[in-house]
């Protein structure tokens, strides 16, 4: 399933809710995004499953997977990160979003299926996570069509605060930035995930 070209009508969407103040949670992230995605003839409704389970980690779950004729197409994970409502320290808020990356790549390398990852965030969370203070700059500063690689040496010099919030995933990947765009004080980023071959993670 190749999504990228249909982007910027998730963003006209999404520019709509944030001009109602509709957007108050991750959950309304991802709805407006399978909107998206049903509404764009990507794929039909019943072929997605919300809080899909993750294989060989009970009960953690991807926030969307899409099925098609061949079975899994696209997995996905959401982030909403308002730093003004956010009580988390923020180490703890950019450990989450390298979790659901090194989760992406782990279901990629299960079934070489895509995997996409929607972060939202304002000015202040877009800010902190450009800075070398937060050990997220190399990949926030990426700009589109970008690519990046993460594997264990990118977690070097993270905080302990960090460290903890990934949840055991240090799959090796390679990420690109698809979109990239300022909506208001938001800066909305799409980025796909691929996993590294030859590594331990492979089921080969």
């Known amino acids: 399933m190749n999504i990228q070209e249909a982007l910027p009508n998730?963003?006209?969407?999404?520019?709509?809710?944030?001009?109602?103040?509709?957007?108050?949670?991750?959950e309304d992230l991802r709805f407006t995004f399978l909107h998206f995605l049903t509404t764009t003839g990507s794929c039909k409704h019943w072929e997605i499953e919300c809080e899909a389970p993750l294989p060989s980690y009970q009960g953690r779950h991807l926030d969307a997977l899409v099925f098609g004729?061949?079975?899994?197409?696209?997995?996905?994970?959401?982030?909403?990160?308002?730093?003004?409502?956010?009580?988390?320290?923020?180490?703890?808020?950019?450990?989450?979003?390298?979790?659901?990356?090194?989760?992406?790549?782990?279901?990629?390398?299960?079934?070489k299926c895509a995997c996409c990852f929607v972060y939202l965030s304002d000015r202040t969370m877009c800010d902190y996570l450009k800075t070398k203070k937060s050990g997220?700059?190399?990949?926030?500063?990426?700009?589109?069509?970008?690519k990046l690689e993460l594997g264990a040496s990118s977690l070097n010099g993270k905080s302990l605060t960090f460290l903890r919030s990934l949840k055991t995933f240090f799959n090796p990947i390679e990420v690109t930035v698809l979109l990239k765009v300022k909506i208001e004080e938001m800066e909305l980023i799409v980025i796909s995930v691929e996993h590294i071959p030859d590594s331990v993670y492979d089921l080969d």
């Open 10 to 26: 998730f963003v006209k969407l999404l520019e709509e809710r944030i001009s109602l103040a509709r957007v108050s949670s991750e």
């Open 69 to 111: 004729a061949s079975g899994r197409e696209l997995a996905m994970e959401f982030k909403f990160h308002r730093e003004k409502w956010s009580t988390p320290p923020k180490p703890k808020l950019a450990g989450e979003v390298f979790s659901d990356l090194f989760r992406l790549g782990e279901v990629h390398a299960r079934f």
């Open 136 to 146: 997220c700059s190399n990949l926030f500063s990426l700009q589109e069509g970008a």
